[in-house]
Structure formats: C-alpha cells, structure tokens
C-alpha cells in the first residue's frame, strides 16, 4: 500500500486504534501522524486515541492525541490503525462512519479486513512495520523512526517473539541509524515499572492458580484489589506474559475486573493452543500466540468457558500446527 496515495486530494484525515492502546497502537498512529504532517502539510491531521501511558509521552505527537473526538465535520480519510473498526473508541465511530473514505491497516489474524480500503497481513510482526513499508523513505527522521520502532519493540518483545522475522530485523536496524537512544527507550517503555506496578505483579504471581494438570495457569485482580492499589489498566501490561513464561505452562490467562461481573482476559500461549481462536469464540480477537476479550459472568464461570475451549484444541492438536505466526505480546490487546 502507499499510503500517501491512499490520501490524495484529502484536506482532513483522522488516525484511529484500538481501545487501550498499546505500543504498537501508539506508535504506529503517532509514526502515521507525523508522516502525513510532514508530507501534506496544508491537511488537518488528527489522531483520536483512548489517553495512552505516560511511557509513550516522548513520542513525537503524544500531546496531539485527542481523547474526546469532539470534532462533527465529516473526515475525507480515516484510517483505523491496528484494529478493527469495533474495537476503538465509541466517540470515534461516528466520525468513521461519516468519514469520505475509509483505510483499516493491521496485522491481527482475527481481522478479515474493513473499510473502503485495507490492507491486513498477518505475517507482518506489527502494524508499525506495515507503516514502514508504506511510506517513502526519504521522510524517516529521528522522530518518525522512533514512533515506529517502539511499535515494533513492543508487538515483538523486543524482536524475541515468533513473529520476529528477518525483514523485522532489518527494519529495526534501518531505524536505529537515525540516533534515538534505543537501549534507553526500550528499558523505559518496555522493561520499566513502577514500585507499585512491581508490587501488583507479585500478587499476582502469588495468587496465580495452574490448573489442566498443570499446563495453565490463571490469575485475576478484581476491582476492590485494583483500587487498593490504585491502579488502573495500563499498570496491568505485560503481565500476563510473566505468567506465560512460568515453566511448564502452554497457556496463560490474566484477567481484571471491569465492571460488575465482567472481566478483560489477555491470553497467552505457545504452539499448543491458539488463542485467538479462544478469544475469538467470545467477541475477541487477537494473534496465535495473543489474544484478548472481555467476558461477563463470575471469576469461575469466565476460567470454566476457556477452559473448555483451550482443552478442545489441546487434545485435537489442532492449534500445534507450524509456520507463520503473528504473534504480538503487546502491553495491551
């Protein structure tokens, strides 16, 4: 895809993601944001985004990001980035609704395309990689290469995931010339956590349950825990990765109370299960080896449903299957 051409006569253009955006949602629509700034510069360019982490502030544009969508006038391009269009902001449907033209650019598995125009490759490790490969070169600069390489740091945990190819490697390298501080940037945005970050970690380490003779492991923070804590979603990212790696374990469940009875489940997998079909069956989507949804019902009730779902492809060894898989063990589904 070229974008710009994508983009051609646009005088107003709106950038999009997911709800609970994480570092490939934030970087890959902030690195789309400078792009069109600098090559269309008489355009309105505006990036509507649930408010993201404060570890994304450095990025070139974060103080841009509207939150309220309080703009009414019609968009002549909106382009939904690392999504499906259900999944972003309730605020920012209308305006996708009522946008001229519409572009859906991701790498999900579960995304079988929307839009006016869309551009989904699965085997890509992020959908900052797709935008790299959608723009002209000549307009990479510090800035622009940073955005795009902490989407790609993030959605490939930093480049050690399957979905880490040889094409992402040379990316990454290309990016890096440009003189950011990259160690600096993936210990603050991606290693980094706070004290109490570390200490919610624990408890849910300790309070973890492994369960189908040991080769899953569960855990949940319920509301009252969370505010304890005083802690809010984006406190909760990656954790469901520690518990994936716990030795022995195929498949990893970390959920956290939303509302009353209801629950975001982030999962977490290896070759023996594929989770986006998991999460899929219940209105989630995601990656092989990543996925996520939001379940209603009691702690035990949500765990038994996966359960089930999990136990039926691990006995089949229908998710064992080998070859592409664009898996992204982002911070946030």
């Known amino acids: 895809m070229n974008i710009l051409q994508e983009c051609q006569g646009a005088s107003r253009i709106a950038i999009t993601g997911h709800v609970r955006p994480d570092g490939d949602c934030v970087g890959s629509c902030l690195a789309l944001w400078q792009y069109l700034q600098k090559k269309l510069p008489q355009a309105l360019v505006q990036v509507y985004l649930e408010q993201p982490a404060e570890i994304y502030a450095r990025v070139k544009g974060y103080d841009r990001i509207d939150s309220r969508c309080g703009d009414t006038d019609p968009y002549d391009v909106f382009f939904v980035l690392d999504s499906v269009p ?3 902001m309730e605020s920012a449907r209308k305006l996708y609704g009522q946008a001229r033209k519409t572009v859906n650019i991701d790498h999900h598995i579960s995304n079988q395309g929307a839009g006016d125009v869309f551009w989904i490759v699965p085997e890509a490790s992020s959908t900052a990689e797709l935008i790299y490969q959608g723009i002209d ?19 490939t945990g930093v480049f050690q995931y399957s979905n880490t190819s040889p094409k992402t490697m040379e990316i990454g390298a290309d990016l890096i010339r440009y003189g950011f501080d990259f160690p600096k940037l993936i210990l603050e945005t991606f290693y980094q956590r706070t004290y109490v970050q570390s200490q919610v970690l624990g408890r849910v380490l300790l309070e973890s349950i492994r369960f189908m003779e040991g080769s899953c492991i569960v855990s949940c923070l319920d ?38 009875l209801e629950y975001k489940v982030s999962l977490r997998s290896d070759e023996w299960v594929d989770v986006s079909r998991v999460a899929a069956f219940f209105g989630g989507g995601g990656h092989k080896r990543a996925a996520g949804c939001t379940m209603r019902g009691t702690f035990h009730d949500c765990v038994n449903n996966l359960s089930l779902h999990i136990k039926q492809q691990m006995e089949s060894g229908s998710a064992a299957r080998t070859g592409s898989d664009s898996e992204s063990n982002s911070r946030r589904e």
């Open 86 to 88: 259900e999944r972003m």
């Open 137 to 155: 070169k000549e307009a990479l600069d510090q800035d622009l290469a940073m955005a795009l390489y902490i989407g790609i740091i993030h959605d």
């Open 223 to 260: 509301r009252k825990i969370m505010d304890f804590y005083e802690v809010e979603h984006a406190d909760l990212d990656g954790i469901v990765n520690h518990l994936r790696n716990i030795e022995g374990i195929h498949c990893a469940i970390f959920m956290y109370q939303t509302d009353v």
